[in-house]
């Protein structure tokens, strides 16, 4: 079946440090791929996405790059500030049934970045 | 401009209880999802409805029943509260472009069960 893996948290980070969360996946077909980051007490917001191979995708200075011979999409930030401490799940989307897409999420990675 | 927007946000209640949640998305999409989510940000989708009709039904007890009365609205009605239903429930909604589509999610309802 589908699933997603994702690197375990929780991380801490200082303000202005490389950021990297790993996820794979395992999936049947070419999957769409995503990260959503939920911040302390709020609902989910679609971070980036990437709907085929080598697709790069990137908001707020995150990018993560769709890769299929891995099957990985890592997800980077160059130099972190405190206002990213959030929580980060990777997804994959795929046909459920119908024409209903069906997001499988990882476990989740929270994030804290200090001052 | 809210998108998706879930009533109500927080809700507490005691075992046994019905209660529902509401859905409205305003996005004009076709498709639209309950998730819940655990204590340890587990997601998992529950339901899943297109045009007013269910398509995704995943192992939720019986006690859970979505409701749809048009595209823009995807209720969540619960019978018989039991504790283990504490968690945070997502509302989301997506529309299918050339093959791929993206969910938008609501702000979530943190259900307490006491």
């Known amino acids: 079946g589908n699933s997603v893996t994702q690197m375990e948290g929780p991380v801490t980070l200082s303000e202005e440090a490389f950021l990297t969360i790993n996820c794979t996946y395992t999936?049947?077909?070419?999957?769409?791929l995503f990260w959503y980051v939920q911040y302390p007490g709020e609902g989910l917001q679609l971070l980036l996405k990437a709907t085929k191979a080598d697709d790069k995708g990137s908001n707020k200075g995150f990018e993560a790059t769709y890769r299929k011979e891995t099957t990985s999409f890592h997800l980077e930030k160059g130099s972190v500030q405190v206002s990213d401490s959030a929580v980060y799940f990777c997804a994959l989307s795929f046909t459920a049934s119908g024409s209903a897409r069906q997001l499988t999420f990882g476990s989740g990675t929270q994030l804290t970045v200090l001052p | 401009d809210t998108a998706v927007s879930q009533t109500p946000k927080y809700l507490v209640t005691q075992m046994g209880n019905d209660k529902s949640i509401k859905c409205e998305q305003n996005?004009?999409?076709?498709?639209m999802y309950w998730y819940k989510q655990d204590s340890k940000k587990f997601l998992k989708i529950m339901f899943s409805y297109n045009n007013k009709e269910l398509i995704i039904n995943e192992t939720v007890p019986n006690r859970f029943s979505p409701k749809s009365p048009d595209k823009a609205h995807l209720n969540l009605h619960i019978n018989s509260l039991e504790l283990g239903d504490s968690a945070v429930y997502f509302c989301?909604?997506?529309?299918?472009?050339?093959?791929?589509?993206?969910?938008?999610f609501g702000p979530g309802t943190r259900l307490l069960v006491l």
């Open positions: 989301a909604s997506s529309q299918e472009y050339g093959g791929r589509e993206t969910q938008y």
């Open positions: 999936a049947t077909g070419y999957p769409s």
């Open positions: 996005l004009g999409h076709d498709t």
